[in-house]
């Protein structure tokens, strides 16, 4: 069998004369065991001759592993080597010591300006013998006699991929697995400013594979203070190069890729993030809940806890890839009626829906433009508003010089009665303490049917705003996105319609079959009465604290989470319909019995705190104090955000 296809081929070749476009898409490889991508966009050239190239490589392979070091001391000796070795090491995970095999070292000290091994051996003139894995030297002279005579481009230290045959460099990305399900697809930036999906792939839970370039090739600046921070981006923003899915198969295989980058997105890149993937979202951003709504692609992992709880919509994969790994600095979420926060408290992070609009949203698919806001989930609360002043610019201004001293409560416990209550009340009294403030308990409902405008003409705040929500997304989005999709789909597929999943479906059709066809303006004028009352009534600005007030609700509580339908009035609708800013801190975590591994599980303790419009600077300064005085902590990766207070527990009752 294996005779005869080969001769059918060979036959079709000569009878059909055909020609084919090939690209180079890079190449996967492993080093001392850990899998690797090299881009296919090269980014120097050795100077060398051919033996010197090839004489680097032991492997017989044609891509070589290469280090370029940097040093700037007046002696490059054995300590300082392997002081720098010490320190990539330490400092990035994507450097290890098999990219030693070849060494090219940029020296700025009193020997040479720049010396170069290829087989690992770091020997300056003032050095006698340096082992490496590869060979040892004993001389200078030995050394001298292997130098490369420069780049024709000069690139930053780190780890690389050097073609034996062409001098050819190449960065080196690192490949993991997507095992929490948390992204769509990885991607790697081409040399036009554009994006390609990542062509490789690793062993792991049959998940996407997502490439890291190496942290030693970015230094931060002023014009760059995110270079080199790891960004991954939720699927309703476009990105060029890249098509768009809004969580639905139909409407990434209908449309082409993009051509433009969303604003919001650029505004990160020309800051120095680098994109490292596409993350999921449930379907057109709409809420939907694990895994019975998530129909077209799976609902991502949770890792808190058992690892199965519900991960929250719509900015459901920053959140569960913020939990889950190391490797991923921040996330680029959206929040319209709490998709950012959501994810945020059960995934247990920090997350930001910002005063409402703070950032141009072209290219991002809408949900209601009145409400839409684009936001961050991160693990670092440094990163975050480092972030956060690139994406809003001088809308986030820090302008105040106190924080505020009234501190007031909404749904907070009254009493330790269980853990999640307990690290509530203790994280309040901290935060008290700390900002030397008075803490009075409000009931929004209440102060509404006390001192609520004249134009609600004594509706209880339920009946006023209860449908306010459910209006805007669904006739809002239904307007932008559903009709257009319907009928490019439709002209494509011969008048067939697409499948969507049943919670965007039945929000689109309250809003086309339970509501008025003026609903949306109504909503609106609700919308602006309430935001007017309460920026006069419950938290006015002030000019030296910016916001006059802080407001605290509890955000998870270490219960694992169900589903609610989007209507009513709830503390968590005040900052979409008051335009504030509503972020979450992580504060602790709380057992409870899982259903799943039968033993006691730990699930995040979040707050949520509201400042007046425009104080979203104060709030981010607010979460860097506190982070320094110790009473936020930086949550860590995995099923518990704080391992060291949960194994000194353990200690404790043991």
């Known amino acids: 069998m294996a005779a005869s296809f080969t001769r059918a081929l060979f036959t079709l070749a000569f009878a059909v004369t055909a020609s084919a476009t090939v690209s180079y898409s890079g190449e996967t490889l492993v080093v001392n065991g850990i899998s690797y991508y090299a881009s296919p966009n090269t980014v120097s050239i050795i100077s060398a001759t051919a033996d010197m190239l090839s004489s680097a490589s032991t492997t017989g392979v044609d891509l070589i592993p290469l280090t370029v070091l940097e040093d700037t001391t007046s002696s490059f000796t054995t300590s300082v080597f392997r002081s720098v070795v010490g320190n990539y090491t330490a400092a990035d995970d994507v450097f290890n010591t098999g990219f030693l095999q070849a060494i090219y070292l940029k020296h700025t000290?009193?020997?040479p300006?720049?010396?170069?091994?290829?087989?690992?051996?770091?020997?300056?003139?003032?050095?006698?013998?340096?082992?490496?894995?590869?060979?040892?030297?004993?001389?200078?002279?030995?050394?001298?006699?292997?130098?490369?005579?420069?780049?024709?481009?000069?690139?930053?230290?780190?780890?690389?991929?050097?073609?034996?045959?062409?001098?050819?460099?190449?960065?080196?990305?690192?490949?993991?697995?997507?095992?929490?399900?948390?992204?769509?697809?990885?991607?790697?930036?081409?040399?036009?400013?554009?994006?390609?999906v990542l062509s490789a792939a690793v062993q792991g839970a049959q998940s996407p594979t997502i490439g890291v370039p190496s942290k030693l090739y970015y230094t931060k600046t002023a014009a760059k203070p995110l270079a080199g921070v790891r960004l991954g981006v939720?699927?309703?923003?476009?990105?060029?190069?890249?098509?768009?899915?809004?969580?639905?198969?139909?409407?990434?295989?209908?449309?082409?890729?993009?051509?433009?980058?969303?604003?919001?997105?650029?505004?990160?890149?020309?800051?120095?993030?680098?994109?490292?993937?596409?993350?999921?979202?449930?379907?057109?951003?709409?809420?939907?809940?694990?895994?019975?709504?998530?129909?077209?692609?799976?609902?991502?992992?949770?890792?808190?806890?058992?690892?199965?709880?519900?991960p929250s919509s719509s900015s459901s994969g920053p959140g569960a890839g913020i939990g889950a790994y190391e490797w991923l600095d921040i996330g680029l979420g959206s929040d319209t009626g709490g998709s950012i926060r959501g994810p945020s408290e059960v995934n247990g992070c920090f997350g930001n829906r910002p005063s409402h609009g703070l950032v141009s949203l072209d290219g991002v698919m809408p949900l209601s433009p009145n409400l839409d806001t684009a936001g961050f989930l991160t693990r670092d609360p440094f990163l975050w508003h480092e972030a956060a002043k690139v994406l809003y610019g001088d809308n986030i201004a820090s302008n105040f010089t106190s924080f505020p001293t009234k501190i007031l409560t909404s749904g907070f416990p009254t009493s330790a009665s269980n853990e999640a209550n307990a690290i509530?009340?203790?994280?309040?009294?901290?935060?008290?303490?700390?900002?030397?403030?008075?803490?009075?308990?409000?009931?929004?409902?209440?102060?509404?049917s006390t001192s609520g405008p004249a134009a609600a003409g004594g509706a209880s705040i339920n009946d006023y705003l209860g449908i306010v929500y459910p209006v805007l997304i669904s006739q809002q989005q239904y307007e932008l996105v559903t009709l257009p999709f319907y009928v490019d789909y439709a002209a494509a597929h011969a008048g067939k319609r697409p499948f969507v999943d049943p919670a965007p479906l039945i929000r689109w059709a309250y809003g086309q079959n339970n509501v008025s066809a003026d609903a949306t303006a109504q909503a609106l004028q609700n919308k602006t009465v309430f935001m007017d009352w309460w920026a006069e009534s419950v938290i006015p600005s002030n000019a030296q604290s910016c916001s006059e007030s802080i407001l605290l609700y509890p955000g998870s509580t270490a219960n694992p989470t169900a589903p609610v339908p989007p209507t009513g009035f709830g503390i968590s609708r005040v900052?979409?319909?008051?335009?504030?800013?509503?972020?979450?801190?992580?504060?602790?975590?709380?057992?409870?019995?899982?259903?799943?591994?039968?033993?006691?599980?730990?699930?995040?303790?979040?707050?949520?705190?509201?400042?007046?419009?425009?104080?979203?600077?104060?709030?981010?300064?607010?979460?860097?104090?506190?982070?320094?005085?110790?009473?936020?902590?930086?949550?860590?990766?995995?099923?518990?955000?704080?391992?060291?207070?949960?194994?000194?527990?353990?200690?404790?009752?043991?």
Request: charged share 15%; net charge negative; glycine share 8%.
């Open 575 to 654: 900052s979409n319909f008051a335009e504030v800013p509503d972020m979450v801190f992580p504060v602790g975590q709380a057992a409870y019995n899982s259903t799943i591994t039968l033993q006691e599980e730990y699930l995040p303790v979040t707050v949520d705190i509201l400042a007046a419009k425009g104080c979203d600077g104060m709030i981010f300064a607010l979460a860097e104090a506190l982070t320094n005085a110790g009473i936020l902590k930086i949550p860590g990766v995995g099923s518990l955000i704080d391992k060291l207070n949960f194994y000194c527990t353990l200690l404790v009752f043991k």
């Open 234 to 310: 939720k699927d309703i923003y476009d990105i060029a190069g890249v098509k768009t899915s809004c969580g639905n198969r139909a409407f990434y295989e209908l449309y082409p890729v993009k051509n433009i980058t969303a604003v919001a997105v650029q505004k990160l890149i020309d800051a120095g993030a680098v994109v490292i993937g596409k993350m999921k979202t449930s379907q057109f951003a709409n809420g939907e809940t694990a895994t019975a709504d998530w129909v077209d692609y799976h609902s991502p992992f949770n890792i808190r806890g058992d690892g199965y709880q519900d």
């Open 424 to 448: 509530l009340l203790d994280f309040l009294s901290k935060l008290q303490t700390f900002l030397n403030a008075t803490t009075t308990a409000i009931n929004v409902a209440t102060l509404w």
């Open 109 to 111: 000290g009193s020997s």
């Open 113 to 196: 300006a720049t010396v170069a091994y290829p087989l690992g051996a770091a020997l300056t003139q003032y050095e006698t013998k340096l082992f490496m894995p590869s060979r040892a030297y004993t001389s200078s002279v030995e050394a001298q006699g292997h130098n490369f005579t420069g780049w024709r481009t000069e690139i930053p230290a780190g780890p690389y991929f050097l073609s034996a045959s062409t001098g050819e460099v190449y960065q080196a990305y690192r490949l993991y697995s997507d095992v929490q399900g948390a992204f769509t697809e990885g991607l790697i930036p081409n040399t036009d400013g554009s994006f390609s």
